[in-house]
């Protein structure tokens, strides 16, 4: 099959329905396999277009390169991880999701497949995930991914957070108030991601 050439992007944001699920499938190199209605609607691909071809088709170049290299080995280490996306469509325009994975493994525990689930985040969120990105993009470009990796590992130091929880904090600020520290506590709040992708 033939590798689609990805759009050059444009300074045009696709609203999402917040309603709305993005579903795709993928097997183990992220090769789409089955993608639903939603997705081929915001990407602008249709459903010939994007069977067959890696899900980066839709990676957007504001994207640091360290936020899939942890995004592959959680996944391909069978674990789900939630991160914030910015995606290309088909026309040049973008969209930010966060993402939910469910990992299938066959009967010798490799993994088969990844389903991917994608929701419009809050744009408080986007804000702060933007502010970031951009900071490991410049670190990517002039230094590259390792030391890109390096700042991004300071940064959750700094604020004394792993990864998970941190991602789970910005994703459920409410950006009219702040946050209190029982509110903040992580994994206290019960099924916080479950909801969002149920």
Not at 169 to 186: G, H, I, M, R, S
Request: aromatic content about 10%; hydrophobic content about 35%.
């Amino acid at each position: 099959m033939k590798i689609l050439k990805r759009p050059t992007p444009i300074h045009e944001e696709i609203a999402l329905n917040p309603e709305k699920t993005i579903m795709s499938k993928t097997d183990a190199r992220g090769v789409i396999e089955y993608a639903n209605d939603y997705f081929m609607e915001i990407s602008g691909y249709q459903e010939h277009e994007l069977i067959g071809q890696p899900h980066n088709v839709i990676r957007h170049p504001d994207m640091p390169k360290v936020i899939f290299k942890w995004l592959w080995k959680r996944l391909l280490n069978k674990e789900n991880m939630h991160a914030v996306v910015k995606n290309l469509s088909k026309d040049g325009r973008y969209y930010w999701v966060i993402t939910d994975f469910e990992v299938k493994v066959n009967d010798k525990e490799e993994v088969i497949s990844l389903f991917g689930r994608r929701k419009m985040p809050p744009r408080a969120t986007v804000k702060i995930i933007k502010e970031l990105y951009e900071k490991l993009l410049a670190i990517e470009q002039s230094s590259g991914v390792e030391v890109s990796e390096k700042y991004l590992i300071g940064y959750l130091e700094e604020k004394g957070k792993t990864y998970d929880e941190f991602i789970e904090d910005v994703c459920f600020l409410k950006p009219e108030k702040k946050a209190t520290p029982n509110e903040l506590q992580y994994h206290k709040r019960k099924n916080i991601f479950n909801s969002m992708f149920r």
